[in-house]
Every structure is written in structure tokens, then in C-alpha cells.
């Protein structure tokens, strides 16, 4: 589902209405939303020089005098149009979006100015959309007004209108869709100002069944609490790395006679910690495995390596006090083992 909202200022020129066409046939938009079209003659004689082809569908808010004016143009074989209400600001398109059959509503908007009028669209919009709860909602076009100062740069910012613009998305349960590129979407001729919302309009809104809006909270909290825990885990093998690395340093000091009491009792608390460190990561494999084990039954072996793993480390013998030196050295601590054994279990001659 493809669509452009563009604040075009007058499509009366042919380079631009070219430049719109261009945009729609490289996006493979199926609805084209205009706003400040500043034209009456859109609908049956400039809207197929805007789409591009013979195939569409043309709906359109006329200007007042050459202030204004909104156009709605789209493919019918994509929706099938069955209701149109327009207001002061607003032009609803209501059909059938025909690749799912679901019903929706597209709501092109061109905000006036004036934040008195502003407010009133925003209440006569919020009536419409609980008129109509049955269908799905996708709102778009130039709103005139920013939801917090940080869309602003070099312009006044107006807190009390932005209260009453995130009061009508809060109250109709819009959900405020994320659009990729630059930090704001128009600048002043001389670059001194810089909004969101203005020249190309980017701003969508869009309503979902219930469903689809707890499955989209529950996508965004579960993506939230993915990057969390990746950012702790990096800590943790960040911490750990760490601490191998010390103790390794305090193992070496030993090995050449060194050691002394307070650095055998720092290696014994950081080897309590890397303990801890390790045993917190084999209980999330655990819970992992507890989940994916439903979904891959005995596939799912990632789980039996951590505990095999687990277990090597536990039996491991890191190395030994020979003499009152530490010896790290497998071959060392191989050799000294048997020789300890071997004197345990050597039978005695009668």
C-alpha cells in the first residue's frame, strides 16, 4: 500500500504536475493525496495529466477563490470507493481495499492557519472517525501544526495548540507512523526556518482494528526489550572478558612467585563474580530454550550445548599450589596430580 502526500502549492504549472506523475509511476503509488492544490479544474481535465494514465479515480475539495484545495486521486483496481464526505480542511475517502477486502478510510487533510479553525477540524474529525469505527483509518496531508517544539527551527512554537493536536491522536487512538528521512520536511527560502510538516507533507496517521493496534504495541515494546537485553549482554561479556583477564594477570603473578594474601583473595572475588556472571547466562539459555523447545521441539539443541558447557567449566582444574606456587599449566598440573595419587594408593611392602 503506496502512498504519496504532497502540499503541491498549485498544480497549474505542466513541469510540476510532470514532477508529481514522475513521483507516482517511480513509487508505485496506488493513492496520490494533494493539498494546496489552488485549482477547480482538477477533477475531468488535470488529473490524468497528474496520475499519469487512464486508469483512476479523482475525488477533490475545491479551493476557495485560489487559497486551498485538496485532491485525492487513486487506482480502482486497488479500491473500490464507496462513500466520499468532505469538510473544512478534510476530503474522506471511504471503499474497499480490494487486496484484503477490508474497509478503509483515507482522510487527505490540508489544516487551515488559524489555530481556532485548527482546533474545530481536529474536534469534527474526531466525530467522523468514531462515526465510522467499523472501517480503518490511514489520515495524511499538511495538519499546519507540530506535536512538540523540537519540529520547529526558527519559527514560533505554540504549546497550547500542540496540546490540542496530540489530544485528538491521543483521543482517537492514531498511531503516529515513523517516516524514514531528513529531521524536518520544509525550510524557508532563506533557510531560516525549518518544520516537519509542511512542503512535501510526510505526516501519516493510520487506525487499526484493536488487534492490530495491541499487536503493534506488544511488536514495538517486544523490540524495545530485544535491544535492552542485547545491550546488557554486551555489558556482561563486556564485564566478564574483564574479569578472565584479571584473574589470568593474578594466575601469571603466582607463577612467578608474586602472590601474596590480599591478591589470592582479589582472584577469589573476582572468581565469585565471573561465577555469578556465567550462572546468569545459563539461566537465560534455560528460559530460551523453554520457548523455543514449543517451537522447534527437539531441534533445539543450543540449550543441552550451554549445560554441557556448564558442566566442562565446572569439572575444569584451573590449576594447583605446588610448593607455595601457582602452576596453570596443564602438563604441570597432570604431572603433579599423578604424583599426588600415586603416593596415596602406592602399597606398602610387609
Given at each position: 500500500m503506496n502512498i504519496v502526500s504532497l502540499n503541491c502549492r498549485g498544480?497549474?504549472?505542466?513541469?510540476?504536475?510532470?514532477?508529481?506523475?514522475?513521483?507516482?509511476?517511480d513509487n508505485k503509488v496506488f493513492l496520490l493525496g494533494l493539498q494546496e492544490t489552488k485549482s477547480v479544474e482538477i477533477k475531468g481535465c488535470l488529473d490524468r495529466s497528474i496520475w499519469g494514465d487512464s486508469i483512476f479515480q479523482c475525488e477533490v475539495f475545491?479551493?476557495?477563490?485560489?487559497?486551498?484545495?485538496?485532491?485525492?486521486?487513486?487506482?480502482?483496481?486497488?479500491?473500490?470507493?464507496?462513500?466520499?464526505i468532505s469538510g473544512n480542511g478534510y476530503l474522506l475517502t471511504k471503499g474497499e481495499w480490494i487486496p484484503s477486502k477490508t474497509e478503509y478510510s483515507f482522510v487527505n487533510v490540508y489544516a487551515p492557519n488559524d489555530p481556532g479553525r485548527r482546533k474545530l477540524l481536529w474536534a469534527e474529525l474526531e466525530n467522523t472517525l468514531n462515526a465510522h469505527s467499523n472501517s480503518r483509518w490511514v489520515i495524511f496531508g499538511d495538519f499546519n501544526e507540530v506535536r512538540s517544539e523540537c519540529e520547529r527551527l526558527g519559527s514560533s512554537f505554540c504549546i497550547s495548540s500542540a496540546n490540542h493536536f496530540n489530544n485528538?491522536?491521543?483521543?482517537?487512538?492514531?498511531?503516529?507512523?515513523?517516516?524514514?528521512?531528513?529531521r524536518f520536511t520544509y525550510m524557508?527560502?532563506?533557510?531560516?526556518?525549518?518544520?516537519?510538516?509542511?512542503?512535501p507533507s510526510i505526516r501519516f496517521f493510520a487506525s487499526l482494528s484493536p488487534i492490530s493496534v495491541i499487536a503493534g504495541k506488544l511488536k514495538n515494546t517486544k523490540g524495545k526489550i530485544k535491544d535492552w537485553r542485547k545491550s546488557k549482554n554486551v555489558d556482561?561479556?563486556?564485564?566478564?572478558?574483564?574479569?578472565?583477564?584479571?584473574?589470568n594477570k593474578i594466575d601469571l603473578e603466582a607463577e612467578c612467585g608474586v602472590a601474596n594474601p590480599n591478591l589470592m583473595e582479589l582472584r577469589k572475588h573476582l572468581h565469585k563474580e565471573l561465577l555469578?556472571?556465567?550462572?546468569?547466562?545459563?539461566?537465560?539459555?534455560?528460559?530460551?530454550?523453554?520457548?523455543?523447545?514449543?517451537?522447534?521441539?527437539?531441534?533445539?539443541?543450543?540449550?543441552?550445548?550451554?549445560?554441557v558447557n556448564k558442566n566442562l567449566r565446572s569439572q575444569r582444574i584451573p590449576g594447583i599450589n605446588i610448593n607455595g606456587f601457582w602452576k596453570s599449566n596443564p602438563v604441570e598440573v597432570k604431572e603433579e596430580a599423578i604424583k599426588h595419587f600415586s603416593a596415596k594408593f602406592k602399597e606398602s611392602k610387609p
Open positions: 498544480v497549474g504549472c505542466e513541469v510540476k504536475r510532470d514532477w508529481i506523475k514522475n513521483i507516482r509511476r475545491d479551493p476557495v477563490g485560489l487559497s486551498g484545495g485538496i485532491a485525492t486521486i487513486w487506482n480502482p483496481n486497488q479500491f473500490k470507493l464507496s462513500e466520499v485528538f491522536i491521543s483521543n482517537t487512538g492514531l498511531i503516529d507512523l515513523q517516516i524514514g528521512g531528513r524557508s527560502t532563506d533557510g531560516g526556518k525549518h518544520s516537519w510538516n509542511f512542503e556482561a561479556n563486556m564485564k566478564r572478558q574483564d574479569l578472565i583477564e584479571k584473574i555469578e556472571i556465567e550462572s546468569k547466562r545459563i539461566s537465560d539459555l534455560k528460559q530460551k530454550a523453554r520457548c523455543k523447545w514449543a517451537l522447534e521441539g527437539d531441534e533445539n539443541s543450543g540449550f543441552f550445548h550451554g549445560l
